[in-house]
């Protein structure tokens, strides 16, 4: 396995994060979406606004092999992931278990740890976020030409 360590955003990487997660998106996600759902993810993940979201309680780790971002979750209010991506050669490896578990210590401040977590699931996380210990709470939905899977883990404490 890759030796990677997990480091926090830092203002000025949010170009090499959407390079990250627009080139997995393209390849692994971008085909079960309409025209519309691309378009209003592109948007999501435009630099600036990774930034600005950076401001406003949404946190970002990353997994980083060789001074080169391979990974990265965005959590918003402490407990909804909102984007978690690793880079194609780096699957499969623990990354995004470790970009999750690490968000639980680091994110999410002490004695505050919210009894659920949860996400909305590409198609193609779904497996992944199984993995992680996720579970379906409703059938799949479609809003803005995106589809998801409402999933959410209950966290022990």
């Known amino acids: 396995m890759d030796y990677f360590q997990i480091s926090k955003y830092e203002p000025g990487l949010e170009h090499e994060i959407h390079l990250l997660i627009k080139k997995v998106y393209d390849e692994f996600v971008s085909g079960d979406y309409s025209e519309e759902g691309n378009r209003f993810f592109y948007e ?42 690793v880079d194609k050669n780096h699957q499969g490896k623990g990354i995004a278990k470790a970009l999750f578990k690490e968000s639980l210590k680091k994110c999410v401040p002490a004695g505050s740890l919210p009894d659920k977590f949860y996400v909305h699931a590409s198609p193609y996380s779904i497996p992944v976020y199984k993995k992680l210990g996720f579970t379906e709470t409703d059938v799949m939905q479609e809003q803005f030409g995106i589809k998801y899977l409402p999933m959410e883990m209950i966290l022990k404490k």
């Open 44 to 85: 999501w993940i435009d630099p600036e606004k990774i930034a600005e979201r950076q401001k406003n309680q949404n946190t970002i780790l990353l997994a980083v092999i060789d001074n080169r971002i391979v990974g990265m979750i965005e959590l918003r209010d402490n407990r909804n992931i909102s984007l978690l991506f």
